[in-house]
């Protein structure tokens, strides 16, 4: 039977989940975003380093999206997030090296 997950697992993640340190990878190895840019904010694109609230905001956004999904298994990522949606729980990882077979 699958755990009812509420917004509560949403901060309890949040909370866990070392930010600090994937702000200091991105820098350390120059990881970047890519912004699109607002010509009504005369804001031209391109890469930039997000700042710990930007990658806060993404990562909370995709662990909402996964919540919200009516499967029971569902996933949502990208910037290096992913975030996981189990009977069990919710999961967010940030993965620069990942690879499967499937």
Same mark, same amino acid.
């Given at each position: 039977m699958?755990?009812?997950?509420?917004f509560?697992?949403?901060?309890n993640?949040?909370d866990?989940?070392?930010f600090?340190?994937?702000h200091?990878y991105?820098?350390?190895?120059?990881?970047?975003?890519?912004?699109? #840019?607002d010509?009504?904010k005369?804001?031209?694109s391109?890469?930039?380093?997000?700042?710990q609230?930007?990658?806060?905001?993404l990562?909370?956004e995709?662990?909402?999206?996964?919540?919200d999904a009516?499967?029971e298994?569902s996933a949502?990522?990208a910037? #290096?997030?992913?975030?996981?949606?189990f009977?069990w729980?919710?999961?967010?990882?940030?993965?620069?090296f990942?690879?499967?077979?499937?």
């Open positions: 699958a755990k009812q997950l509420t509560q697992d949403v901060n993640v949040m866990n989940f070392d600090f340190a994937v200091a991105m820098k350390l190895t120059n990881w970047t975003w890519w912004y699109q #840019g010509p009504d005369k804001i031209s391109g890469n930039y380093i997000p700042t609230d930007e990658t806060r905001h990562a909370r995709f662990l909402i999206r996964v919540l009516k499967e298994v949502q990522g910037g #290096g997030f992913m975030a996981y949606k009977p729980g919710l999961k967010l990882t940030f993965e620069p990942k690879s499967s077979t499937y």
